[in-house]
């Protein structure tokens, strides 16, 4: 990669100013104005909300003020579901069906999910509780038709729950005892009804890309490049550039997916708008997915942010 | 409704007076299978069939043996049919038709259907093989209960002293003979301290059925608390969620320091994992969650609409005997009516959380771990130092036989009968012993299984007390086991839960 290439950012406190102070505050002893500053974003859309919350919940060494947080406000109902949250990441790895510390793993779920049954039991409409419960069903292996009961309580509060969408079609692939035809089935229900540029919208272009990684380690793309496929990435582009995104975060995750993909299968054009409207934010995820395109995919960053510079 | 205590041969009567032009009466005795061992099991049973022979032709007749009691009544008939049917009854008792032992057993025999399945395993691992947990066995006693043992039990439990009747009609029936052999009130068996670490689960599987079970003390919040789950089930996981299609809840008073409820859910097979969790998740709703006050109100009102009714219904008398005859107190319905009005959320809310300690859940898959329930286990994983048999035809299960006992180990699993703890040990002519220890772990000897040999049966049969043995001559050798067939590595783990499930239940 050359030096002249634009940077990249994958770290979505960068990108956005408000993130790095809720960061800040969180890391920095002042966890109770982190959880306002969540707890003030918790009510709009819920893949801006679980992006806030992932943030302070991935901040590092912030276990023993949550632990005295708790210990001082029991019944703080987002530091519960925090707790939650950090145990369910540090059993995260481990999740994995082939990990060797399944047993430790089972471990640490179950004792998040213990604390999130008794959530969901004092308020059934919180839906980051019933979000991390999707993570917990899959993980502890309770079975499909949980994981969709519990989508399904989670949807009776918010139909348009895009990180639990993700969540349900990972539980639908075949890794998890499903297939692909299920979860293109539930993506192409999810993305029909949703609004343009939104998040949901994009569901089947994540299922492209989990497709795409699970049968080709993203080493070709023979399979993106097929006309069926293409075509429905195509479609997806179109409704995301449609009109401005109404997330405030979480638009990063559909952009980047788009542009990766478009980009590996050859349609330089539409990855560079996306490539565009990301500036240089990129998710994590799927940039590091296509690791062996990434020089090319650079090479349609520079140019089209060369171009935004010049206008 | 107009109630009288009267007695008539000694025996203590209620009399209820009602104009309709119906009559019927009944007597209770205090005396049920959970009186009994686990090396006798059917005898009351066997009792009530034996003494009734020779009223087999009173159409109005019905009798039922329960856990704490043994119930001959009539529904009804005429005054002269009541003392008819009472009177040949207690004649019966006085001198038991002893001649007609194995001809009634095999009427049993051909009766028998087993004990329910769902609270099989519930009453197995809360109980072991003792009492309530009789429940979860079969009448395996039957072959060797004799004349002599018949007369022990009528003469101890079927007495005046241990009996109760009741009437209702425009008048009490005439020329009552009842004299029965004298004796006192025998107390309910008092339920042992449970086994398993609740709240504890197990794994059934095929069952496509949550069932879960809890001792609580009986109150009116109690009985409040299991309409309130009741509801909730119904509407949480038919209506609302639509993962079964029968799911509820019961309350039942066994005796004055206990109450069941039990939680029955079905499903389809496909709706396993969602039918645990939705069971899950209203138990804590129930604990943690907020009971509406229109929700609990209309419920109350409802119990206490439907005993109010009672308070006029003559046939009230048969649980006002009932409770008389077991020690309880039957609330009077305007007091219980009192009672239920005045529960409040909170109240249902310590019952939920009193449920949840003593609960021992069956469920079709995956266990309740992951909600914090414990593994339920049936003995103490001890094994036995003795002389390891060989499995034959590559049968990989090692039984030892010892001087203290038999155990059976599995790659997950010990099962150890001591032979002092023996509850009953069945004896086949072909080689086989099946062992019940009082904790209910058994230990199946098949000598299609292992090379067992001479020395190994004689070390059992010398052992055990000949008071615990039941003797069946040789089965038919295609119903023997055979080793099983190598499994495939991928069916490895269903095979351990089928064998789980046999050693759970002997079969």
């Known amino acids: 990669m050359s030096a002249s290439m634009p940077p990249v950012q994958t770290d979505l406190a960068e990108v956005f100013p408000d993130l790095m102070t809720i960061r800040a505050r969180a890391q920095g002893g002042d966890l109770p104005g982190a959880l306002a500053e969540v707890r003030a974003r918790a009510t709009g859309l ?221 349609r330089r054009v539409r990855a560079g708008q996306h490539f565009s409207a990301l500036g240089p934010a990129l998710a994590e995820g799927p940039w590091a997915a296509a690791a062996r395109y990434q020089e090319d995919l650079q090479t349609m960053r520079s140019s089209v942010l060369a171009e935004g510079r010049r206008r | ?128 093989a003792h009492d309530h947990g009789l429940a979860a066995f079969p009448e395996v006693g039957l072959p060797e209960i004799g004349p002599g043992l018949v007369q022990v039990w009528v003469g101890e439990a079927f007495t005046t002293g241990n009996a109760m009747l009741w009437f209702t009609g425009d008048r009490m029936p005439e020329n009552l003979q009842l004299t029965l052999p004298e004796g006192s009130r025998q107390p309910v068996p008092a339920a042992s301290k449970p086994r398993a670490n609740t709240p504890a689960w197990s794994v059934v599987d095929g069952s496509d059925l949550v069932h879960v079970t809890a001792v609580v003390p009986p109150s009116p919040a109690a009985a409040i608390f299991a309409d309130v789950l009741n509801g909730a089930l119904h509407h949480d996981l038919r209506e609302r969620d639509a993962v079964s299609y029968s799911a509820g809840a019961t309350y039942t008073v066994r005796d004055p320091a206990s109450a069941v409820i039990a939680v029955t859910a079905d499903c389809l097979p496909e709706q396993r994992g969602a039918v645990i969790g939705g069971v899950v998740d209203t138990l804590a709703r129930l604990r943690w969650g907020a009971v509406s006050a229109d929700e609990l109100t209309e419920i109350t009102s409802a119990a206490a609409t439907a005993v109010d009714e009672q308070s006029e219904d003559v046939d009230t008398i048969v649980p006002r005997a009932v409770s008389s005859l ?105 080689g086989g012993r099946h062992l019940v220890g009082t904790d209910g772990v058994q230990v199946h000897l098949e000598p299609t299984l292992w090379e067992v040999d001479d020395a190994a049966l004689a070390r059992v049969d010398g052992a055990v007390d000949l008071a615990r043995v039941v003797r069946h001559p040789a089965r038919n050798p295609d119903d023997l086991p055979l080793p099983p067939e190598p499994v495939d590595e991928e069916d490895g783990e269903s095979a351990g839960s089928r064998s789980r499930w046999r050693r759970l239940t002997g079969r």
């Open chain 1, 46 to 266: 819920a893949e801006d909300a679980i992006t806030v919350t992932e943030l302070v919940a991935e901040s590092e060494g912030i276990d023993d003020d949550l632990a005295a947080h708790l210990r001082a406000h029991a019944d703080d109902r987002l530091a519960r579901t925090l707790d939650a949250h950090r145990t369910i990441l540090s059993a995260g790895s481990a999740a994995d069906p082939a990990a060797s510390t399944r047993a430790d793993s089972a471990a640490g779920l179950a004792r998040a999910e213990q604390t999130l049954i008794r959530l969901c039991a004092e308020d059934p409409t919180d839906r980051y509780a019933w979000y991390l419960r999707l993570v917990t069903a899959r993980g502890l292996g309770l079975g499909w038709s949980e994981s969709r009961r519990r989508y399904r309580r989670l949807a009776a509060v918010d139909p348009h729950h895009a990180p639990a969408q993700r969540q349900i079609l990972r539980s639908l692939q075949p890794r998890w005892g499903g297939s692909w035809e299920a979860a293109f089935g539930f993506a192409r229900e999810v993305s029909a009804t949703a609004a343009e540029g939104s998040v949901e919208g994009a569901l089947v272009v994540t299922a492209h890309l989990d497709r795409w990684l699970a049968e080709d380690g993203g080493a070709q793309n023979d399979y993106l490049v097929q006309p069926g496929v293409l075509a429905e990435l195509e479609e997806a582009s179109d409704r995301l550039l449609a009109v401005p995104p109404p997330s405030t975060y979480a638009w990063v995750q559909p952009h980047t997916e788009i542009a990766v993909l478009l980009g590996v299968a050859g």
């Open chain 2, 1 to 128: 409704m107009t109630l009288t205590r009267v007695e008539v041969d000694g025996i203590p009567a209620l009399f209820a007076e009602r104009t309709d032009g119906v009559y019927s009466g009944g007597i209770l005795f205090r005396v049920g299978w959970a009186d009994e061992n686990l090396a006798v099991r059917g005898l009351t049973h066997l009792v009530q069939h034996l003494v009734l022979h020779d009223l087999v032709g009173d159409v109005h007749r019905h009798s039922e043996v329960t856990a704490t009691y043994t119930h001959v009544h009539t529904r009804g008939g005429s005054p002269e049919q009541v003392a008819r049917m009472l009177n040949g009854l207690c004649e019966a008792l006085r001198d038991p038709p002893v001649g007609r032992l194995e001809v009634t057993k095999e009427a049993l025999r051909a009766e028998e259907r087993g004990p329910d399945g769902a609270g099989r395993v519930a009453a197995l691992l809360r109980y072991g």
């Open chain 2, 326 to 430: 077991l020690g309880l107190t039957f609330p009077e319905p305007h007091r219980l009516a009192a009672e239920y009005r005045a529960v409040t959320a909170a109240d249902v809310q310590r019952v939920a959380e009193a449920f949840h300690r003593s609960a021992i859940a069956q469920v079709p898959e995956v266990g309740l771990g992951w909600a914090g329930w414990h593994a339920a286990h049936l003995g103490s994983g001890e094994v036995v130092d003795g002389v390891a048999l060989t499995g034959r035809d590559g049968h990989h299960e090692r039984l030892v036989v010892g001087d203290r006992g038999v155990s059976v180990t599995t790659a997950d699993a010990v099962s150890t009968v001591l032979y002092d703890d023996v509850a009953v040990l069945e004896s086949f002519a072909d």
